[in-house]
Every structure is written in structure tokens, then in C-alpha cells.
């Protein structure tokens, strides 16, 4: 590694590593060892050749959970710039706290990574023209101003 960047390296040791997956994989399991672990301490565990199974399990879990179909709410339909600026309420008196807070209130409703697939091309809408919304109003407060 050495003579390496950084970055080519840090791929050498990610391919070292997905290799050693596979070949555990292959054998029919994990098959690393513990620091501190004398061998024959930790038993293999189906669990652990059966990782896959968790994540099946999830994803199953998830279905279950919207077994309904998906109806957009309301407030998501809304992605104008002047429906978003209503629903933030910027007034002439805000600071950067009270817009640091309506951001995060924002954010908690509207955040892509918060709601189902179908509607994070709107939250993402939304989120942009808030944050746009927002900025600008920060950049208002920030500015200074000259007085003669």
C-alpha cells in the first residue's frame, strides 16, 4: 500500500475485503475471528450464515406495513413556491433561530428520506423552495445595513 494514495488504498482494502466476503460466503458462512477470542469460543451460527435473511425480513416487514396503496396527502400536493412560502409564514421579524426552528419543522414533515418513494419527488420540491425561502431570509437578516 505503500507509494498508494489515500484513495487507492482505501479501494485496495475495500476489494481485499469483498473478496474475503465472498470466499466466506462461498464456505457457507462468516468465519472471522473475534479479538480477545480464544478459538472454539464463538460457535457458528446459522444466524450468521443466514445474514441475508434479515434483511428479507425487513424488507418483508416493510411490505406489510403499506399493504394499502400510497395516497399523496395534501399538504405534499402543494409545491408552489408561493403555497410553500405560506405555510412557512416568514415575517419581517424572524432571526436566525426562529428560522433555524422553522426549517427542522419543516424538514420533519417534509424530509424525502422520511416519506414512502412515491412522494419524495415533491418532499424534494418542497424541501428546496423552504430551504431557497429560508436562505434568503437568513441573507436578509445577515446583511448589514448602512445608515448615512
Known sequence: MFGMSVFHSVLERLKAEQA????NEARGGWR???????PGFIAESSAWASRGAVEQ???????DERSEPFSMPDYLKRTSLAEVASELALGEAETAL?????RRR???????????V???LNATLRM?????LIDEALRRIEKPTVTG
Open 106 to 116: 419543516f424538514a420533519a414533515a417534509n424530509h424525502p428520506d422520511r416519506l414512502p
Open 128 to 132: 428546496k423552495l423552504a430551504n431557497m
Open 57 to 63: 425480513a425487513y424488507r418483508a416487514l416493510a411490505a
Open 32 to 38: 472471522g475471528t473475534v479479538i480477545g477470542a480464544a
Open 20 to 23: 474475503e466476503e465472498l470466499t
Open 98 to 102: 426562529t428560522l433555524a426552528a422553522k
Open 118 to 120: 412515491e412522494a419524495r
